[in-house]
């Protein structure tokens, strides 16, 4: 089955404790993505990958690290997390063949970190 | 820059009641139009979309008509019922420039049996 596994899916930590979000997709696609969801805000990205070892920020990358050093899998790294960055978070998955592609997302299912 | 604006939420309709869930969009380029759902406590999952102007895109009992002139985005079903409620993203997505899509706030729908 095609999709994107994100985990963990819930979690609670304290101010400073590294924590990291992984995030995996078995369909080969080239683009990876994540976005953070807060109400009134809709989604807003923070970082995203249009290949292995090509990564670039999105809206708003501060506070947040990614890696892309395999195709598949593209951890989000919160390497001092604080409050302000309570919030559902989204893996998405896309393929990037020039001229194919359409823009369709692929989206895990969540992962709501709460930081206190 | 681009950008995507949807009416607030949230609506409230009976079941089999008219939806329509408004969508305008601003780009510099030519954008393809998604409309994606989110049910309670799951992810995105892509409703319908449209890639040209006056395309209509269809799915579940959904329509929305790419609408260059307007720059709009409308979705619409005849019908609802109970399980359409969900929150509504309205997102485009440039062909150029890093792959970017832009979602607009969401729209939650509320149908009361």
């Known amino acids: 089955e095609a999709q994107v596994t994100q985990n963990p899916r819930y979690l609670i930590t304290v101010t400073g404790k590294k924590l990291t979000v992984t995030c995996s997709q078995n369909m080969n696609h080239e683009y990876m993505s994540w976005y953070r969801q807060d109400p009134g805000l809709g989604l807003r990205q923070i970082y995203y990958s249009m290949n292995v070892e090509v990564t670039d920020k999105g809206d708003v990358p501060e506070g947040y690290k990614v890696s892309r050093k395999e195709k598949r899998n593209f951890p989000l790294i919160l390497e001092s997390p604080s409050p302000n960055q309570t919030s559902l978070y989204f893996c998405?998955?896309?393929?990037?063949?020039?001229?194919?592609?359409?823009?369709?997302?692929?989206f895990g299912e969540g992962s709501r970190l709460t930081v206190l | 820059g681009d950008s995507v604006t949807q009416m607030e939420g949230p609506v409230t309709l009976s079941e089999e009641a008219f939806l329509t869930i408004n969508c305008t969009y601003t780009?510099?380029?030519?954008?393809?139009l998604f409309w994606y759902v989110q049910y309670p406590g799951e992810g995105l999952q892509l409703l319908l979309k449209a890639t040209k102007a006056d395309d209509k895109g269809s799915n579940k009992g959904f329509e929305a008509t790419y609408r260059k002139e307007t720059t709009s985005f409308h979705l619409e079903k005849g019908s609802v019922q109970v399980s359409d409620s969900a929150v509504y993203f309205c997102?485009?997505?440039?062909?150029?420039?890093?792959?970017?899509?832009?979602f607009g706030a969401g729209t939650r729908l509320f149908v009361k049996a």
């Open positions: 998405a998955s896309s393929s990037g063949r020039s001229g194919s592609r359409t823009g369709e997302l692929f």
């Open positions: 780009a510099t380029g030519y954008p393809s």
């Open positions: 997102a485009l997505s440039e062909r150029t420039g890093g792959f970017k899509t832009i």
